[in-house]
């Protein structure tokens, strides 16, 4: 969908959800072995480190999104090519997606 009618920047706020969960979920593991187990809170670091970037990175989609959703709310539904790229978001998926699944 991303290539027809959602631009990436939405795929991107969906990515930095899911990671706001996955650091979450890392958090937990890593507060349950009280930080003693090296791979847990190693894995907790490193995700918590890729959240920081996404987060930084996020404002800059922002205005597009709004842009976006406006253009929704009045019925002008004419897309603009070079917000469509899914090679724009696709490192970020496979990257979020590969901390989901608990990999490093």
């Given at each position: ?20 969960a ?19 809170a ?11 970037l ?51």
């Amino acid at each position: 969908m991303v290539s027809t009618f959602i631009p990436y920047q939405f795929a991107y706020l969906v990515a930095c959800l899911v990671q706001i969960a996955t650091c979450t979920k890392a958090l937990r593991v890593a507060r349950e072995t009280r930080f003693k187990s090296p791979p847990h809170a190693d894995f907790y670091n490193y995700t918590h480190s890729i959240l920081i970037l996404m987060l930084w990175l996020l404002p800059i989609n922002g205005p597009v999104l709004v842009v976006w959703v406006h253009n929704l709310a009045v019925h002008w539904l004419t897309p603009f090519s070079s917000h469509h790229n899914v090679l724009g978001i696709a490192p970020f998926i496979l990257l979020v997606e590969t901390l989901t699944g608990g990999k490093m």
